[in-house]
């Protein structure tokens, strides 16, 4: 057993932790307010307490029997080691083989223009570290998710904020973002679904869009991990639309669509150069996702109909959640407003008259709704609104009834 500190050791050492400060490259990071909510509710549970976790984005489904199989096969046959750093070729094939489709065959993609990574969040920041950088503005969506800002700003790039459309659920349009550009603009993230409104941009939008970012040579980000969870039309891809896709990156993943959050499987399909570069960066950081959940998540190619059954299924209890939570929304807070979400699992409720006098609205509400009503909802400040806050509705059906009617009775008083 290893002899105990010294006393004189152990208060020399936690002195010296007090005195810690992050690095130049840390100092103006925030944690994830998205993951700290969802903590938070857990500690809470585990104190006994029966908060409603409309925090967490993260479906609350069981991953499908097939991809779990597939999993447990590839384990039995040794998929145990490490892979190629940009992942497992039969993986980055058929990622590829799904970016052509997407496109109708205009856009050809080889397993060279893909890198596989430990969940699309790494393979955000991968993207933005391989394309931003000092002294480079890039463009980013308001309300957005969390760590697109975060992203950018460790790619030591300056983020800048679009705030989108009000009278068009916050989306972006061409012209908001040329009036944010600068000579210093070389890119911007696209998020549809949004995450926290549920926007879904259609194809024209995003065509318009795109067709600005090639005139003003800037890069594209586009994050489609929602892409498969929508309620009226699909979702068109950026692959779909894209006329030139030379300075486009396209993120996607299995997690939110095949309730794989713990699989940590993302993706990034772009130009070979590019893919390269984000592979070497990969190749010092985290080297290769998980090969286990890289067999995952082949079976989600490998079986499309299977995996056409579960998204529908998922898509549809989200759709039923959904239609309730807006139905009781409106029956119990109608002067609350509410982005009436096309897409993903989140509804985004405009908060700003529930703590007259806050300068952070979101935040006292959902600090109240914790206290007072064990609901766990995320503060729209995380989305760069903070008159906002988000509601998942990836919970079981009377769980986001009830939360949204404590909700709905909170903001009422
Ligand atoms: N993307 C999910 C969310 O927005 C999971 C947490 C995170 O990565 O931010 O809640």
Redesign the pocket.
Known sequence: MPASPSPDLATATSARADEFAPSANLAQLQE?A??AVSIRAAELRAQGRDVIDLG???PDFDTPAFIRRAAAEAVEAGATRYTHTAGILPLREAIAADATALSDGRLRYAADDVVVSSGS?QSLFNACFALFGPGDEALVPVPG???YVEMVRLARAEPVLVEGDPARGYKLDPARLAAAATPRTRGLVLNSPC?PTGAVYDADELRALLALATERDWWVISDEIYRLITYEQPAPSALAVAEDASRLVVVNGVAKAYAMTGWRIGWAVGPTALARTMTALQSHTTYNAAAVSQHAALAVFAQPDEAARAVHEMVSAFRERRDAALALLTAEAPALRVIPPAGAFYLYLDVSHGAPGEDDPGTAVARRLLDEADVAVVPGAAFGTPGWIRL?YAAPLPRVVEGVRRVAALVRS
């Open positions: 994830s998205t993951i967490a984005g993260q969040k998710w969390t760590s995450n998942s």
